[in-house]
């Protein structure tokens, strides 16, 4: 079992930055690849950036590309998602995830936390 704790959320202003973090309650390194899904009010849950195991591949939705930076701190069971340039269309919960494999699909991810709160306001 995989316990994920989000933080980092809050409300900015449309241009500015905040920067998630998804700390596990086990040694995720070897064994996890990580992500980051968004939920908008009224919206279906969506992907927006997944690491692999190793920290070497990354994939990011079209719509965060270029924005959005995830990596991970693999001794402290930690990953980051650094959010640049933020939109009003960025505000949702999001949702750090655990699978055995990098997916962009959230039916392949086993383990969930419990979501942050981003408010981006124009």
């Known amino acids: 079992q995989v316990h994920l704790v989000e933080s980092g959320g809050g409300l900015v202003q449309a241009g500015g930055s905040l920067r998630l973090s998804c700390a596990a309650s086990?040694?995720?390194?070897?064994?996890?690849?990580m992500a980051w899904f968004r939920q908008a009010p009224g919206y279906e849950r969506e992907f927006a950036a997944a690491?692999?195991?190793?920290?070497?591949?990354?994939i990011y939705a079209d719509s965060v590309k270029g924005r959005f930076t995830l990596s991970r701190d693999n001794a402290k069971n930690t990953v980051y998602l650094q959010m640049n340039n933020l939109k009003p269309e960025d505000t949702a919960v999001y949702y750090c995830?655990?699978?055995?494999?990098?997916?962009?699909?959230?039916?392949?991810?086993?383990?969930w936390g419990q979501g942050t709160q981003v408010t981006v306001t124009s």
């Open positions: 995830a655990a699978s055995r494999s990098l997916s962009v699909y959230d039916r392949q991810y086993d383990y």
């Open positions: 086990v040694r995720t390194s070897s064994t996890y690849a």
């Open positions: 690491i692999a195991l190793s920290g070497s591949s990354t």
